[in-house]
């Protein structure tokens, strides 16, 4: 398993503090009907803003896809339709990291197998082209 795999994983295990946190506030709220309204309406707020500010952080600079499933995942702790989507996303985050993972091992081994023939010495920014 790789690295961000582990990551996510260890993301993914319930009993971290602010889960615990999020749980207990939830279940206190759950006998307060008005809190439990405003505790839905922020997060509601909070997760859409999010995502919308991903979005146009991919045409602007900034961190788009971050803040988008960043916002996914806050919209995850009231809405199923949130958490099953922001899962999907990260199945298919994984199959692609994967496939890079397998890529950039794949270029490794065929330049090692290649040999040195082709090693080219020196810093690049010193090196002069064939002409």
Avoid: C, Y
Wanted: aromatic share 6%.
């Amino acid at each position: 398993m790789s690295s961000l795999e582990d990551e996510i994983a260890q993301g993914e295990e319930a009993g971290g503090r602010v889960q615990r946190a999020l749980l207990r506030f939830r279940l206190w709220t759950a006998h307060h009907p008005l809190l439990r309204l405003v505790h839905k309406t922020v997060v509601t707020i909070v997760g859409v803003v999010l995502v919308l500010l991903g979005v146009a952080m991919l045409v602007l600079p900034g961190p788009g896809w971050l803040a988008i499933f960043l916002g996914l995942g806050v919209l995850g702790t009231e809405f199923h339709w949130a958490r099953r989507l922001n899962q999907r996303a990260k199945r298919l985050v994984m199959r692609g990291w994967r496939w890079w993972l397998a890529r950039t091992a794949e270029s490794r081994h065929r330049r090692a197998l290649a040999g040195p023939a082709d090693l080219v010495l020196g810093p690049r920014h010193l090196r002069v082209p064939d002409a």
